[in-house]
């Protein structure tokens, strides 16, 4: 596709209940990041693809939150149980490959996600 | 711990020139970058360094210097348009991004 793509663009849910964020990379991009971004402060990461690999899964805030990638292409992000605290910004991001020259990474739009 | 340090905000008059300071402390190192991010918009991309020395990108200018963990971001000629939150990242030899905070970057006509 022509850049990253996210869904949905807005989520509003109540707690306790699981949500799922979706991404759709650049096709052709083996690398995939997950971002979370709290209201006026900076970029948190969570989680990295190699393909439908992620060799880190430290970042993730607790174990309600889990990732998958499939294809090389489609990631999802779950988070279990919400919680009030889980309300944030949630971007997507993908690079051409995972370092070297071709690592710039470019973001989605976001998935705004509130928690009630 | 990892760190990447940045001013939280700063102030300069348009068509003049700002520099924003970024001193990081990673555990490993594969290149900083630079990203500018509007309110309510996601990042983009402004620069990558990974050797010592200027890149120079029209208006915008990233410095490196590992030796001493420091970046700066120049940017010239400022306009209106480029009030926006400046993003300082490291890629560390996990290949992780540590991101700053960011630097709100606020220009007054």
């Not at chain 2, 990892?2 to 555990?27: K, R």
């Not at chain 2, 400022?78 to 540590?98: E, F, P, R």
Request: overall charge neutral; aromatic content about 12%; some cysteine.
């Amino acid at each position: 596709g022509a850049g990253v793509s996210q869904s949905p663009s807005n989520k509003v849910t109540e707690k306790g209940k699981d949500v799922e964020l979706r991404c759709d990379p650049i096709s052709g991009h083996t690398a995939l990041y997950w971002y979370r971004q709290r209201l006026g402060q900076g970029l948190e990461f969570l989680i990295y693809f190699q393909g439908n690999s992620a060799p880190d899964k430290s970042g993730l805030p607790s174990d309600r939150f889990s990732a998958e990638r499939t294809g090389g292409s489609v990631s999802t992000l779950t988070i279990q149980r919400t919680q009030q605290e889980d309300s944030a910004v949630y971007l997507c991001a993908s690079s051409l490959a995972l370092g070297g020259t071709y690592n710039e990474q470019f973001f989605g739009p976001g998935t705004r996600l509130t928690v009630l | 711990g990892q760190n990447i340090d940045q001013p939280t905000e700063m102030t300069a008059t348009e068509g003049a020139i700002v520099q924003i300071n970024c001193t990081y402390q990673t555990s490993g190192f594969n290149g900083l970058f630079w990203y500018q991010q509007h309110a309510g918009e996601a990042p983009t991309f402004l620069s990558y360094n990974v050797l010592d020395g200027l890149e120079e990108k029209g208006r915008f200018s990233s410095f490196l210097s590992r030796s001493k963990g420091y970046s700066y971001l120049l940017l010239k000629e400022l306009q209106m348009k480029d009030s926006a939150s400046y993003l300082c990242a490291v890629w560390d030899s996990n290949y992780q991004l540590i991101w700053g905070a960011g630097t709100k970057l606020i220009i007054k006509p």
